[in-house]
């Protein structure tokens, strides 16, 4: 995407927004409320029919129709297996009011997406909720179901238009374009780019040795921020923007934190209420390093493509300095360490302190 996307997209206004929605049928009594997002631009909204409604402006350029409307698909799918995620709504043309700024198109069976010009959107009732405690046991098993749950739906049929995180293809990906664009300091790239190159090496060969693992449909992106929970019903999922084909551990990892002893009485009980409703495939653990060093390599091509957008810089001040990138060497170093000394048949995942947070998007879909 281009810096002018980037920029227009940064500029799209509350009232662009609320004429879009109520082009939609979707007309708001004068409450809203924009909701965190570095990915796409999210807004609460308050009907004059009663409910309240969370709608999701795409980013221009960074899906395409066939990809959005099969997480739509997937978010629905779901729902209907009683797996609690927030489902898109499907939207009808307003009789009394169009847009002044283009015609609404409806897109899907059900019609789930909007669009005026580039712009792109769909809504979904609020779902409440705090943070999960994942200090407690308990909640960490209702977790290990839900993810189990989602897993028996993804493993049903594949995705065939969505983004396949398998391998150290992603990577690759996000390296060559930072190298392309000269993203980083002159002095810097070479040594970031030699240890990111051994590290695509191990990644690869880590998948190599699970070749016939299971590939199945996922949320992608479960890290806490895309968990809520309420005392009453548990967790339940905010959105599935980054809905990947991939091994079920993606799942699973970003859920580990604290220092080792920690991570593992994490992982231990996730896997007690995963294992309850569906098998894992435990040579799939020598996946987390690999998975992580793909995340932090992405991590840092997701910032300096989205640069352009006037919230990056604000948000992220640190970016893109030297310091930024010789941490960026120093950690990845220390990520080439850990998967050159995994076993090559049953290492166990290395849990690890883990302060840096590689959240692709944080969309409030609740």
Known sequence: MSPDTDRAFGELTPEYMLDALEAAGLRGDGRMLQLNSYENRVLQLHLEDGRVAVAKFYRPGRWSEAQ??????????????????????????????????????LLGTPATLGRIGTQRFAAAS????????????????????????????????????????????????????????????????????????????????????????????????????????????????????????????????????????????????????YESIRSFDWRERRLIEPLRTLRMIHHSAWLARRWGDPAFPLAFPWFGTPNYWNDQVAKLAEQLEAMQSADDTAAPPSFKDDDDDFHLDGDSFS
């Open 68 to 105: 959005i409307l099969e997480e739509h698909a997937f978010a629905a799918e779901l729902a209907e297996a009683e797996v609690p995620v927030a489902r898109p709504w499907t939207l009808e043309r307003s009789e009394h009011f169009r847009h002044p700024q283009g015609e609404l198109e």
């Open 126 to 273: 609020r779902q409440g909720g705090r943070a999960p405690e994942l200090e407690d046991v308990e909640v960490l098993r209702w977790i290990g179901r839900l993810l189990a749950r989602l897993h028996e739906v993804g493993a049903r049929r594949p995705f065939e238009h969505r983004v396949r995180w398998w391998g150290a293809e992603p990577g690759e990906t996000a390296r060559a374009w930072l190298m392309a664009n000269e993203t980083l300091p002159p002095e810097i790239a070479p040594r970031w780019d030699r240890v990111v190159q051994e590290c695509l090496t191990c990644i690869a060969r880590a998948f190599d040795t699970l070749a016939d693992a299971q590939q199945l449909r996922l949320h992608g992106d479960c890290h806490p921020g895309n968990i809520l929970w309420t005392p009453d019903n548990g967790p339940h999922f905010v959105d599935l923007d980054d809905a990947v084909t991939g091994p079920a551990v993606q799942d699973l990892w970003m859920l580990l934190s604290g220092d080792e002893a920690t991570a593992r009485w994490q992982w231990d009980a996730l896997m007690d209420g």
